[in-house]
């Protein structure tokens, strides 16, 4: 008689274990709701802000690549390192994969790089006379805009994850 008491709990302790790794794997995605639109316009035009001029006439490839011109700031530099890495690449790889942990990362640093945007407007305004640029790089100011919106819509969609499996015991206890 032990024997078939025992049966029917291995058959449910395989699926216990086969629903808490369909748990764990659901706890570390993330939902869009709403918001994949907006991210996904940002990413975009991050991408296109690229070609625009940043510094002067360079633009933002040219920036990257060293190019020798004087209003191209270590700020800006730094600022776009942020935008190719955190805004476009992160940000990327965190929709596609809707891993929650990619989310927090792209949200961090979309943040910092809203911040180094600024700082490099500001250089850009700092420069000497002779060397600054006579118009704004507005292919800088759509890709501050445009990092602003990303860390706003990480920061939505990162602090909206909710653990509904959060008061659930472990076990049966």
Request: avoid cysteine.
């Amino acid at each position: 008689m032990p024997d078939d008491l025992s049966a029917p709990s291995d058959d449910l302790s395989a699926y216990e274990t086969e629903l808490s790794a369909i748990e764990r794997r659901v706890t570390r995605e993330f939902s869009f709701g709403r918001r994949r639109p907006a991210v996904l316009a940002a990413i975009g035009v991050l991408v296109l802000t690229l070609f625009l001029p940043h510094a002067g006439t360079s633009s933002a490839l040219a920036v990257l690549a060293g190019a020798d011109d004087a209003t191209a700031t270590a700020p800006l530099r730094l600022f776009l390192g942020f935008v190719v890495v955190f805004g476009i690449g992160v940000s990327a790889l965190a929709v596609l994969t809707r891993r929650w942990a990619l989310s927090w990362l792209a949200m961090i640093g979309t943040a910092m790089g809203f911040v180094f945007g600024l700082l490099a407007r500001w250089s850009q305004q700092s420069l000497p006379i002779e060397v600054r640029p006579s118009d704004p790089g507005y292919g800088l100011l759509v890709a501050w805009a445009a990092m602003a919106l990303l860390a706003v819509q990480w920061a939505s969609v990162t602090w909206s994850r909710a653990n509904v499996m959060q008061g659930r015991p472990r076990n049966g206890r």
